[in-house]
C-alpha cells in the first residue's frame, strides 16, 4: 500500500477542512502520516516568524530534515506544504524516502538546486505568489509547476480541497 506523508507549514496549517493529503488518503484508502513542521523542527512553541527565522537562518532546517528521515521508514508520496515542503525536499536528498514530491506554495524551494528533485516532483503556487521561484528555475531544477489562477501563496487555505486535488490525482498516478 502507498504511503503518503504531509508536512505543515509553518502556521501548523492546512486545517483539515482544506488538507490535500487527509483527502487523497480517505478517497485512496491511502496510508497517512502527518507531520507538524514545528514539531519536525523542535521548536513547537515559536511564533511563526520566529519559526522561519530559525529553520532558515539558524540552521533548524537540517535538524527538522533529519527527524523527518528517521521517522519515513517506507517509501511514500510527499505533500509538503510551503516550508514543510522545501525540509521535505531537503530530507529526500539525502535518503530517498519519497518516491515522489508535491510541493504546494514552496517558494524556499527556489533556494534549493537539481539536486534536491531526483524524483518526480511538482509544485503547485497561486498565480500571485511573488515568492515563486521562477520559470527559469523550474527548468534548472527540472520541477513540473502548476500555478493556480487568481490566488496567492494561501491557495491551499481558501480553495475547497476538491477544486485542486485532480492535479494531484494525475501527478501520483492515483486511481479509484
Known sequence: MTALISISDIH???????CLAG????????????FSLPELAGKPDL?????HQTLFEGGAAIDAAERL????????LLIGYSAGGTIGAMANSV???FESQLFVSSTRLRHLT???????SLCL????????????????????????????HDFYKELPVESWAPLAEQFFELKG
Do not use: M
Open 125 to 152: 503556487f497561486g498565480q500571485y505568489d511573488e515568492h515563486q521561484p521562477s520559470p527559469d528555475w523550474h527548468k534548472e531544477a527540472l520541477v513540473e509547476r502548476y500555478e493556480v489562477a487568481e490566488f496567492g
Open 12 to 18: 501548523n496549517g492546512p486545517d483539515i477542512d482544506h
Open 114 to 120: 537539481a539536486s534536491h528533485f531526483k524524483v518526480p
Open 95 to 97: 535518503v530517498q524516502i
Open 69 to 76: 528521515i528517521a521517522q519515513v521508514d517506507v517509501p511514500s
Open 47 to 51: 511564533s511563526a516568524e520566529e519559526l
Open 23 to 34: 483527502f487523497l488518503a480517505a478517497k485512496y484508502n491511502l496510508s497517512h502520516k502527518r
